[in-house]
């Protein structure tokens, strides 16, 4: 499971400068679209996750 706070960190390594929240939101939604059946978005207690499917994880962390 993967938060906007991680998301928001990676994006920040990467680009230099700390994302508006927007942009973590369109990551997020782009990874579910990108991901269908492995990647969904959930809410637990009033944040939004992405949660990966095991399977799925363990074959991008194969690669």
């Known amino acids: 499971m993967l938060n ?13 400068s700390r994302p508006h929240t927007q942009t973590v939101a369109r990551v ?3 990874l579910e679209k990108l991901g269908k059946d492995e990647v ?3 809410k637990r207690r009033g944040k939004k996750l992405v949660v ?5 994880a ?3 962390l194969d690669h």
């Open 40 to 42: 969904e978005q959930t």
């Open 4 to 16: 906007s706070q991680t998301f928001a960190k990676v994006i920040t390594v990467a680009e230099g």
């Open 52 to 56: 990966i499917n095991e399977e799925a």
């Open 58 to 60: 363990d074959r991008y």
């Open 28 to 30: 997020m939604d782009f």
